[in-house]
């Protein structure tokens, strides 16, 4: 069984993201890029997936600029074997990434797709369920175990109030959260390895796929700015602020 | 126009976010349909009816909808999408579970968590952590939206009822299966309508020191329970109490942080709370840019003293 892990390259998220002044969006020039860390935890249990023996490969795929392939990189660091890089100068939205991601499912037929449940730059939170609304699947979001096996996949998720557990025929579609597991810290040796693993270069036209934006961004601007407050001393000046503030 | 908003619910009551993101549907403009799907749901349908501004409830009573899997109520929303101009639903667990696969199922684009109505296709939504806020205009025709509670007040209860109508489940063949759940069932209030938050971090060291310093200043206070990644990473705290960018996202009248730092992602949860405490012994802490009054110290000594001045 094949695994599918869509990756996407992110603001690094020890970086602090800052409005441009013409309020067109934020500006990355000079910020540390990652791998979205929901990805790093996808790769890694698809990795762990393989090696347990119960996948034969882990393809990483992303959409986006040509340095997105830094994030394809990264995966195959961690022990995916090969990448898919489907290169556009364009903002996709995603909608139209799982329109893309959906061919190459139809292409590449992996038994899970696994990708992060949120990218922590357009915290959307959408992509996952939109794949698997467009090919049919059935999905579990927000994945705290994942139990897999030739037929099915058994996931536990983190819901309001608790843990779900569901059970999916495969194909299926598995988004990760934070607790499913640490992702590794790949060796050198590793990150070498991984830049002679193959990616293949593509297009959003090589799929067909109109990725034209259906939301209009009119303008990115600052959130409102929380003035620092102050330092008292003791905590019954505390509680004397907060109830001459009617917080108590 | 009309819009049809998805209720959150465990069949006999309405999630407090239900009614959040019925006051943001309300300021689109036109009239309101609520959507109550699930199974032995009535109770959930009644509370709906009598939430102001509602002008019908539809409900949908069926086994196949119990436990809320996205597949049935996703296929059940499309049934019905064809009477709305907008499709809504609070951004809880179980709306940014189902909407999107709505959405992907309409060929309309999602506009995730939003924070403001602007006009009926205008919207603004926090990106990066919050670090920014987009203000974006679909063009599709039909609008998707889910809606961040902490920043619409609930609508009340109104004078009238509304009426309910039943909707019939969508048979379909799909391959998703309820197996179990653990679900936490607490007194206290729930953390994302609650009016005061006693959050823990890092700093608490155990599961048994978290209880025992965080739960009596929340009990007295009457305060709902939050918790850093980190503390929930160490199972100091469940995982349904982690608040930030990835986690919940609150905005109580008071947020009390205790041994946070104060990270982006954490930060990005809480930092539209009216009133922040922290206590931190670091004195650079960067919670202490946010917060309007901070307490450089000890908690173990510094909470029970809070406690006593309480008293
Ligand atoms: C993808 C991603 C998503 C994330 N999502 C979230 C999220 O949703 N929510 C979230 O909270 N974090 C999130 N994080 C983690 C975040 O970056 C921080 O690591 C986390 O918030 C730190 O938790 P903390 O403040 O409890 O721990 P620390 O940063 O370790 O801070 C502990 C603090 O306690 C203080 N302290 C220690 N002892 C005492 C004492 N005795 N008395 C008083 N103060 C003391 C220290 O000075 C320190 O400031 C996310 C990270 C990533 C990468
Ligand atoms: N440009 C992209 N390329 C590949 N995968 C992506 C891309 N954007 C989003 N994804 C995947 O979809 C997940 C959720 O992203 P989002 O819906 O944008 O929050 C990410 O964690 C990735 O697994």
Same mark, same amino acid.
């Given at each position: 069984m094949k695994i599918l892990v869509p990756v996407k390259l992110v603001i690094d998220s020890n970086a602090k993201a800052r409005v441009k002044p013409d309020q067109s969006g934020v500006d990355l020039a000079n910020v540390k890029l990652s791998i979205n860390p929901f990805d790093e935890i996808s790769v890694e249990e698809a990795v762990r997936l393989k090696e347990a023996g119960k996948v034969s490969e882990v393809v990483a795929v992303t959409i986006g600029v +040509?340095?997105?392939q830094d994030a394809l990189r990264a995966a195959l660091a961690i022990g995916a074997d090969r990448g898919i890089l489907i290169q556009t100068d364009e903002m996709v939205e995603p909608l139209a990434i799982a329109k893309l991601l959906a061919k190459v499912a139809e292409a590449e037929q992996p038994g899970v797709v696994i990708l992060g449940k949120? +990218?922590?730059?357009?915290?959307?939170?959408q992509t996952g369920q939109m794949l698997g609304a467009l090919l049919g699947w059935p999905q579990a979001t927000f994945a705290s175990k994942v139990d897999l096996s030739a037929e099915a996949v058994e996931v536990t998720r983190e819901v309001d109030g608790g843990h779900q557990t569901l059970k999916l025929t495969l194909p299926a579609i598995v988004t990760t959260d934070l607790r499913l597991n640490e992702p590794r810290y790949p060796s050198l040796p590793n990150i070498m390895k991984a830049k002679k693993k193959p990616i293949e270069t593509k297009a959003p036209a090589d799929y067909g796929v109109d990725v034209t934006?259906?939301?209009?961004?009119?303008k990115v601007g600052e959130p409102p700015a929380r003035s620092a407050g102050i330092k008292v001393k003791t905590a019954g000046e505390l509680v004397e602020k907060l109830k001459s503030a009617g917080a108590l | 126009m009309t819009t049809l908003l998805i209720a959150d619910h465990n069949n006999t009551s309405l999630a407090d976010a239900t009614s959040r993101a019925l006051t943001a549907a309300l300021q689109l403009g036109g009239d309101v349909h609520v959507l109550v799907a699930g199974a032995n749901d009535r109770a959930a349908a009644d509370a709906a009816a009598k939430l102001?501004?509602?002008?019908k409830v539809l409900l949908a009573d069926d086994p196949a909808l119990d436990h809320q899997l996205a597949e049935p109520i996703a296929a059940l929303v499309v049934s019905l999408?064809?009477?709305?101009?907008a499709i809504v639903a609070p951004a809880t667990g179980n709306g940014k579970n189902i909407l999107p696969r709505v959405a992907a199922l309409l060929d309309v684009a999602q506009v995730s968590?939003?924070?403001?109505?602007?006009?009926s296709d205008t919207f603004e939504r926090p990106i990066y952590a919050g670090n920014a806020i987009a203000e974006v205009r679909s063009t599709d025709r039909k609008t998707v939206l889910t809606v961040r509670g902490s920043a619409f007040a609930p609508a009340p209860q109104g004078a009238a009822t509304a009426p309910i109508e039943p909707v019939a489940a969508v048979a379909g063949d799909y391959r998703s299966f309820f197996v179990g759940e653990a679900l936490a069932s607490s007194d206290r209030p729930e953390l994302t309508s609650a009016k005061v938050i006693v959050s823990g971090g890092r700093?608490?060291?155990?599961a048994a020191k978290f209880n025992e310093v965080i739960l009596p200043l929340a009990d007295r206070l009457g305060a709902a329970v939050g918790a850093s990644r980190a503390a929930v990473d160490a199972g100091y705290?469940?995982?349904?109490?982690q608040v930030g960018q990835t986690g919940k996202i609150v905005a109580p009248d008071l947020y009390i942080a205790l041994?946070?730092?104060?990270?982006i992602q954490h930060l990005a949860g809480m930092?539209?709370?009216k009133i922040i405490v922290a206590v931190n012994?670091?004195?650079?802490?960067?919670?202490f840019q946010v917060a309007d009054y901070g307490i450089v110290g000890d908690l173990f000594q510094v909470v029970p003293e809070i406690e006593k001045a309480l008293n």
């Open positions: +040509a340095k997105a949120q +990218a922590i730059d357009d915290d959307s939170n934006p259906r939301l209009k961004l009119l | 102001d501004g509602v002008k999408a064809g009477d709305y101009d968590e939003i924070t403001k109505v602007i006009s700093a608490l060291g155990s705290a469940p995982n349904d109490d041994g946070i730092s104060g990270a930092k539209n709370s012994k670091d004195e650079d802490a960067p919670i």
